[in-house]
């Protein structure tokens, strides 16, 4: 369609014949989020408040079904870029914020860690290097105040005001180490996401939500042991970024619902059966 004809089909999204509107609205959202700019142009041109709220729901409809296939998209190309994966997240309170961004604030964590790495370190002072860096030079710590904030899920606001929760803090240290080319993954545990080094035979876990503090199978047995659950394998090893995303998505919705926003957490958890196979949730 010409720019003429969207403008003239939105044009009729207040028109008095009910059929005629619900038309208009099907063929927008037939359109996709390319018609989004056209959209927030007759939003700003219109004085009708009830046009605008109109407008504002197709937006946000038109954004969440975009998210919703480049979620499923990114799974089914392997889930490889966990940084695109949380980006994503990322993009259902914010779309407006780009991947660049992200990337260029985890650009620069790199190159402040990168230097203060050397040769033929020993894991654990690679832990101890990148503890300072990130909770000492850049302060970045755990958002306790807040804990159910949904901004601790939000990535970009995580490396901005440096404060998240124990997910959005492990991504941020996860991405970071692997870039120093530490073999450093997620673990699901219950309640508590963390980190492992994991590395042929030596294998120790990083709690990045109490600072970077290094932590022994014992240490996990026990914490296991005060939740009575049984231990299970999927306590000890590391987790793919599919898994991560769902995690993070469930930490979104339950925000949601502590903030008593069923609607919102009902669109969220739609996000995480989108990217769920069926009898596979865990």
Sequence with gaps: MTKGEIKALISLLDDSDYDVAAYVEKQIAYLGEGIIPFLEEEWE?????????????????????????????WKASGAENLLEGMFLVNSYLYPDVDFA?????????????????????????????????????KRFSANTKNFHSPANSMLHLVLETKR?????????????AQRLSMPVYGVNLPNLFILTYKLGDMQFYINVYNKGLILSKADIDNYILQLNLNPVDIFYEPCDNLDI???ALRNLAFSFE??????????????????TDEGLAI
């Excluded at 046009?51 to 998210?67: A, P, R, S, T, V």
């Design 45 to 73: 041109e219109t004085l009708n408040a009830d046009l605008q709220k109109k407008i504002e729901d197709l937006i946000h409809n038109l954004q969440y079904d975009g998210l919703t296939k480049r979620l499923q998209a």
């Design 245 to 247: 995303v769902k995690r």
């Design 258 to 275: 502590k903030m008593d926003d069923p609607e919102k957490a009902t669109e969220v958890n739609k996000l995480l059966d989108a990217i």
């Design 101 to 137: 961004t992200i990337n260029k604030a985890i650009d620069q964590l790199y190159f402040d860690a990168w230097t203060h790495m050397k040769d033929e370190m020993h894991p654990y002072d690679q832990v101890k290097s990148l503890n300072n860096v990130l909770f000492r030079e």
């Design 164 to 176: 998240g929760n124990p997910l959005t803090l492990c991504v941020i240290y996860m991405t970071l």
